[in-house]
């Protein structure tokens, strides 16, 4: 994605458990970077969920102003305090208004990793969440980030087999780009499915303990697109079936929240006019246009506490909408499908806490059932 960047902090630990060490830890944070500064110049966002038995800050505030403020931060669900602590601070050092002229509510999403990582001990740092933070900022429009067993995929788990990050894109005829990342960690492997092929049927059952099928799977979409906050919340929801494809069916206990963002607008945020230059933050954005008897007219800039109104920002700006907004559905089921996949693929087997194995999707048998998926037997695989 032009612009934007994502950078892991992987915590990898085999240390006795406390007081002599800090236990085994199979962890870490992941942090999708939209470029520029977020708080002075939001961007249009939208979510939506599936099955809501996780946590994602900063989802209420982005579903009622329509903005995204922060880049997204993903870790492990005991950790996602520390996370949301540390991203504050990152934040603040990087513009002096945050807290003085309004606050932020960063958005931090988890997913369960208990499995492989002792969560009774607090593993991430604040100087993990900046060493992602920083690695996300320096990769925009470097080469495609890491996948599998990394950042805040380290631990998790999905579909039967080791899952974890994973990421994919599509091109739009409009020449737009969709991306989507994911934070995989959901299903048993009777339900994955690949091209249609019951793939998790055909392969043996784990020998080692396996990861309960309800972990969750957070989905952030993002487009360079001139899309608003409404049909990024349309874009969102349409993770849903891409995660369908794999095999998910949205369990009990799992999480399934879904983000979309849109580069292809950015709305200004401003100080009051009534503060001298001397008086502004040394971080802040260029200046404004001239002060408007009315703040709200015309100049798209927001005055004070006051939330940035789409409307005032968005009018006459070409947008996609409506059936224009097909090509994108299809972009994003696609993406979030390969991105499962990429997510498994790209992971090694690991273990983690008490022996317990998540173990690599084995590729060369998926690849020999997909050739043949109605004629290839276990036997012929050499799975007897």
């Known amino acids: 994605m032009p612009g934007v960047g994502v950078g892991h902090a992987t915590i990898w630990r085999d240390e006795p458990p406390p007081p002599a060490g800090r236990g085994v830890a199979r962890t870490g944070v992941t942090v999708i970077d939209l470029g520029g500064n977020l708080f002075r110049h939001p961007v249009p966002a939208g979510g939506a969920v599936l099955n809501g038995a996780g946590e994602c800050t900063g989802f209420l505030a982005a579903a009622e102003w329509g903005l995204a403020e922060t880049p997204v931060f993903l870790t492990s669900t005991m950790q996602l305090g520390r996370v949301y602590d540390a991203a504050c601070e990152l934040l603040m050092a990087q513009d002096d208004g945050i807290g003085a002229d309004d606050v932020i509510i960063p958005i931090v999403a988890e997913c369960d990793d208990s499995f492989l990582n002792d969560a009774r001990r607090m593993q991430v740092t604040a100087a993990d969440v900046r060493a992602a933070f920083d690695a996300a900022r320096a990769a925009a429009g470097g080469p495609a980030p890491a996948e599998g067993a990394v950042g805040a995929g380290t631990g998790m ?10 990421t994919a894109s599509r091109l739009t005829p409009s020449g737009h780009t969709v991306g989507v990342l994911v934070l995989s960690n959901f299903g048993d492997q009777e339900r994955l499915t690949i091209d249609g092929v019951p793939v998790g049927r055909r392969l043996p059952a784990a020998v080692a303990a396996t990861s309960p099928p309800a972990g969750s799977c957070i989905t952030v979409a993002v487009t360079d697109a001139p899309l608003d906050s409404a049909a990024c919340a349309r874009l969102a929801r349409r993770a849903g079936l891409g995660l369908a494809r ?16 849109a580069t292809g607008l950015r709305g200004p945020r401003h100080e009051p006019p009534a503060r001298s230059a001397d008086q502004r933050p040394a971080n802040s954005a260029a200046e404004p246009p001239a002060a408007s008897p009315d703040p709200h007219a015309e100049t798209g800039w927001i ?22 907004l097909d090509p994108f559905f299809a972009a994003v089921v696609e993406a979030t499908e390969e991105a499962v996949l990429n997510s498994m693929l790209a992971a090694p087997t690991v273990v983690g806490r008490d ?17 043949a998926p109605g004629l290839v037997s276990p036997g012929e695989l050499g799975l007897r």
């Open 246 to 261: 794999t095999g998910s069916v949205g369990h009990h206990a799992s999480g399934e929240i879904f983000l979309a963002l």
């Open 303 to 324: 005055v004070g506490g006051d939330r940035l109104a789409e409307a005032g920002w968005l009018a006459g700006r070409d947008r996609i909408a409506g059936r224009g």
């Open 355 to 371: 022996g317990n194995v998540s173990r690599r999707l084995p590729a060369e048998q998926v690849k020999a059932m997909l050739r």
């Open 157 to 166: 788990s999905c579909l039967g087999f080791k899952g974890g990050i994973g």
